[in-house]
């Protein structure tokens, strides 16, 4: 038996045309949140004892849920991709807002930012995944074409319109 990489950039049916490089990038993407990211998060969540400082505990349940959603990825990779936008929106927007200002002063290296700064530039590995074509498609274009080029209302429309 042989692989052909030709393979990877071929169109996967079974996950919406998709392809299969980006498939097993995102597959790739959702065992490290799950594994990496939720041994931390669980962790911190099931041996943090006293009270949570409100604040922290959100940021601790979110990180959890995100980890452990990333669970249904490994599965369902194409269907999951919300989770993965979400995850470049909060990192590039942090940097954009936080460390991009400290960068710019000077201040970034040693700051208390400087540590989630250089977790977050590893954003680039999901832009690089993500089937942007896909997501182009399924969100902004054809969703709204689907939504009325099908269904009661849209027939009402082109039998009203041919009048």
């Known amino acids: 038996m042989t692989l052909n990489p030709k393979v990877l950039f071929q ?15 995102l597959r790739l993407l959702y065992v490290l949140m799950f594994f990496v990211l939720g041994q931390t998060t669980w962790t911190t969540i099931l041996t943090h004892q006293g009270p949570w400082v409100p604040d922290e505990a959100v940021v601790w349940c979110v990180w959890t849920a995100f980890a452990t959603l990333a669970g249904l990825g490994i599965i369902r990779p194409v269907k999951m991709l919300p989770i993965i936008l979400l995850e470049i929106f909060y990192k590039v927007m942090w940097l954009i807002l936080v460390a991009y200002p400290l960068w710019a002063k000077g201040t970034l290296a040693g700051s208390t930012a400087e540590g989630t700064t250089t977790a977050f530039l590893w954003v680039l590995l999901p832009i690089v995944a993500v089937p942007w074509g896909y997501v182009w498609r399924t969100y902004f274009y054809d969703s709204r074409a689907r939504h009325f080029s099908s269904g009661p209302i849209a027939a009402t429309v082109s039998d009203t319109s041919s009048h």
Do not use: A, F
């Open 11 to 25: 169109r996967s049916e079974r996950h919406d045309g998709v392809l299969w490089i980006n498939v097993g990038l």
